[in-house]
């Protein structure tokens, strides 16, 4: 039996354990996408969660949504493990799957955050139990007691992983939280800057140890290792415009909760770009190429909380 569909006729009727898995849908989406960074991933976690939902007697599950976030979570964390060998083989550097979401998840600041390319790339650098309590915690605000059941530790033992994960993720996110209209401000400059040739334009939007990586996959050229410096990023930035100055376009997009853009060639997604941005300043640059990264990017992707 496959995964049931949000858009079946109305006149339909559904059965309860269809009705419970579309209304929680988003939500485990989200979550199985927080620990994955890869959409595709998390909608393969999806389709055995729903797989292991229909075989559940409902008349023993007090709290459907504990339950199916239990079984969402146990799925990542298996698929993690995959993820983690095929990451050793990529060629390049890996940049999570990006996803073009509606403007109100920048409203929830906290939702905007976390699905944010800065903060999923710091989630990397957290162990597979450290990234599901972590979420699961600080994202979701799930009891220790649920997310004990969910990864299979004590009580005790989850609390003192979720200290850990939140030292080690405070450690490395935005020094300071940029509002919607900050970050909108910076992308406004930045793409103009872009689109005109702008150099000391580009400069001046960047910090000066701003990074910049891309994710070509093997497929598409992209820089092979992380490019720091505001002069060399901006002068990696304009010559890659240059030659396609002609045919490239910047659509201003939503990209993971926050301020993004769509980069079109002769009317082809060529790239997504997100930003990260500290006191005004761009600190980081994330140019997804791969392909098969992009299959989402046709769509907005409903995240939530």
Not at 217 to 227: E, L, S, T
Request: hydrophobic fraction near 45%; proline fraction near 6%; aromatic fraction near 4%.
């Amino acid at each position: 039996m496959s995964e049931p569909h949000t858009d079946a006729p109305a006149t339909r009727p559904a059965d309860p354990a269809t009705e419970v898995f579309v209304s929680h849908r988003n939500l485990l989406f989200t979550v199985a996408y927080e620990m994955l960074g890869s959409a595709a991933d998390a909608e393969d976690v999806l389709q055995e969660t729903w797989l292991r939902w229909v075989g559940v007697d409902l008349a023993g599950v007090r709290e459907p949504r504990a339950y199916l976030v239990r079984i969402v979570t146990r799925q990542a964390l298996i698929r993690l493990r995959t993820l983690r060998r095929r990451k050793e083989s990529y060629i390049g550097p890996w940049l999570p799957e990006p996803l073009l979401t509606s403007p109100d998840v920048a409203e929830d600041v906290e939702l905007a955050e976390s699905v944010s390319m800065a903060m999923l790339l710091v989630l990397e650098t957290l162990g597979p139990t450290e990234r599901a309590v972590f979420v699961l915690r600080e994202v979701f605000d799930l009891g220790y007691d649920e997310i004990a059941e969910a990864v299979g530790k004590s009580r005790d033992a989850v609390r003192q992983i979720a200290h850990r994960a939140r030292a080690h993720v405070a450690a490395r996110r935005p020094r300071v939280p940029v509002s919607p209209a900050e970050s909108q401000a910076a992308l406004d400059a930045f793409r103009r800057a872009l689109e005109t040739g702008d150099l000391q334009g580009l400069v001046d939007r960047l910090a000066p140890d701003v990074v910049l990586l891309g994710d070509g996959g093997g497929v598409r050229q992209a820089v092979v290792r992380p490019i720091v410096g505001a002069r060399k990023v901006a002068r990696l930035l304009e010559a890659g415009r240059a030659r396609v100055a002609d045919a490239v376009s910047y659509e201003p997009v939503q990209v993971n909760g926050r301020p993004g853009l769509l980069v079109r060639i002769d009317g082809e997604i060529d790239s997504v770009v997100a930003l990260r941005i500290d006191d005004g300043l761009i600190t980081g640059l994330y140019i997804v190429r791969n392909p098969e990264k992009l299959s989402h990017i046709g769509h907005e992707t409903t995240v939530t909380r």
